[in-house]
């Protein structure tokens, strides 16, 4: 297994409990960051690339490029 691959599962969890401890404090700030880490980690275990390429491409599509 992909090194990469095991990142993107880790970085999965730790977005799921991000988002647990923010619905648990009410931090809408938090949960967004949750959801933002879980897809990132989705998409790094996905695809099995670097989770820096992953991020400038997820910012790409924020910025509707």
């Known amino acids: 297994m992909n090194q990469d691959i095991l990142l993107g599962r880790w970085k999965q969890l730790t977005g799921w409990a991000q988002q647990r401890l923010a619905r ?5 700030r938090l949960g967004l960051q949750g ?28 910025r509707g490029l």
Not at 24 to 28: C, F, I, K, M, V
Not at 46 to 56: C, D, F, N, P
């Open 24 to 28: 648990w404090r009410d931090d809408d």
């Open 35 to 62: 959801s933002r880490d879980y897809l990132l980690g989705l998409l790094q275990e996905h695809y099995g690339q670097r989770r820096r390429r992953v991020e400038v491409r997820v910012r790409e599509i924020e």
